[in-house]
């Protein structure tokens, strides 16, 4: 071979070994086995770096102030996926191209209302209306509703109140859409405030919704300032000592959020 020619051969094969490297580093995230070593945002002051690492192997961690700025990380390619609660996340991916979620979680847990211990009565309300929205297909428009596969939530519906047995406080963190959130006329809506109001609804009671920080929830029912909680809880043993939940409502756990 002259001379001549060996520049131009070393040139194309470098570009032909780094466009396969480039093909290998974009190759699809689709199982949590694809994330050991790989860096996850995840929102500051939780504990879900500690669920990653109980999963994926030598997991690094980026902190954001939520969990749509983890998200954003991930479709700007900052971070390779992004870790929190499976229906935070689905509903992040509904409203923004390019995100998808893994099918195999990192925790599966369980969600549920938390009422002042000995209130069995409460509890059992909520029970029964869980079941009956269940039985009746309320639940499943729910779920359609407040979780489309496409797009942001629906309208919160109206569901009239009588009030005639007094006034059912619900205390709830209105930061966790879909399930709690404030809506674009500052009304707080979502998942667990429709169910909340079926459950006035059933008790003959209207219903006086109380915003807090996530933190104070449990002790706030636990002390009976507020006769029920709810904002995509889930539902532990070490909670369970302070406050009685309601039979699990909602399957959900930490899901990991990649690019498409």
Same mark, same amino acid.
């Given at each position: 071979?002259?001379?001549?020619?060996?520049?131009?051969?070393?040139?194309?094969?470098?570009?032909?070994?780094?466009?396969?490297?480039?093909?290998?580093?974009?190759?699809?995230?689709?199982?949590?086995?694809?994330?050991?070593?790989?860096?996850?945002?995840?929102?500051?002051?939780?504990?879900?770096?500690?669920?990653?690492?109980?999963?994926?192997?030598?997991?690094?961690?980026?902190? *954001?102030?939520?969990? =749509?700025?983890?998200?954003? #990380?991930? $479709?700007? @390619? &900052?971070?390779?996926?992004?870790?929190?609660?499976?229906?935070?996340?689905?509903?992040?991916?509904?409203?923004?191209?390019?995100?998808?979620?893994?099918?195999?979680?990192?925790?599966?847990?369980?969600?549920?209302?938390?009422?002042?211990?000995?209130?069995?009565?409460?509890?059992?309300?909520?029970?029964?209306?869980?079941?009956?929205?269940?039985?009746?297909?309320?639940?499943?428009?729910?779920?359609?509703?407040?979780?489309?596969?496409?797009?942001?939530?629906?309208?919160?519906?109206?569901?009239?109140?009588?009030?005639?047995?007094?006034?059912?406080?619900?205390?709830?963190?209105?930061?966790?859409?879909?399930?709690?959130?404030?809506?674009?006329?500052?009304?707080?809506?979502? *998942?667990?405030?429709? =169910?909340?109001?079926?459950? #006035?609804? $059933?008790? @003959? &009671?209207?219903?006086?919704?109380?915003?807090?920080?996530?933190?104070?929830?449990?002790?706030?029912?636990?002390?009976?300032?507020?006769?029920?909680?709810?904002?995509?809880?889930?539902?532990?043993?070490?909670?369970?000592?302070?406050?009685?939940?309601?039979?699990?409502?909602?399957?959900?756990?930490?899901?990991?959020?990649?690019?498409?």
């Amino acid at each position: 071979m002259s001379k001549r020619w060996m520049v131009p051969v070393v040139v194309v094969a470098a570009i032909v070994a780094s466009g396969i490297l480039a093909c290998g580093s974009n190759e699809p995230i689709t199982s949590l086995d694809q994330l050991e070593g790989k860096r996850f945002a995840v929102p500051r002051g939780t504990v879900a770096d500690s669920l990653v690492l109980s999963r994926v192997k030598d997991a690094e961690f980026t902190y *954001f102030g939520s969990a =749509l700025d983890c998200c954003l #990380a991930v $479709k700007d @390619g &900052k971070v390779d996926a992004a870790a929190y609660d499976e229906p935070i996340l689905r509903n992040i991916a509904a409203k923004y191209d390019g995100l998808v979620i893994l099918s195999d979680m990192i925790t599966v847990d369980d969600y549920g209302f938390a009422v002042a211990p000995g209130n069995q009565g409460l509890k059992a309300a909520i029970d029964d209306t869980v079941k009956q929205l269940k039985d009746d297909g309320t639940y499943e428009q729910m779920v359609e509703r407040w979780l489309p596969g496409k797009g942001a939530p629906g309208a919160m519906p109206a569901i009239p109140l009588d009030g005639s047995n007094g006034v059912l406080t619900l205390g709830t963190a209105p930061v966790t859409e879909p399930f709690s959130f404030i809506d674009g006329s500052q009304k707080v809506v979502g *998942f667990d405030i429709e =169910l909340a109001t079926y459950v #006035a609804q $059933k008790l @003959g &009671k209207s219903l006086q919704i109380i915003s807090m920080d996530f933190g104070e929830m449990i002790p706030k029912v636990a002390a009976g300032e507020v006769d029920m909680v709810a904002a995509c809880i889930t539902i532990t043993e070490e909670r369970s000592k302070a406050v009685l939940f309601s039979e699990p409502y909602y399957q959900g756990g930490i899901a990991a959020l990649v690019r498409k």
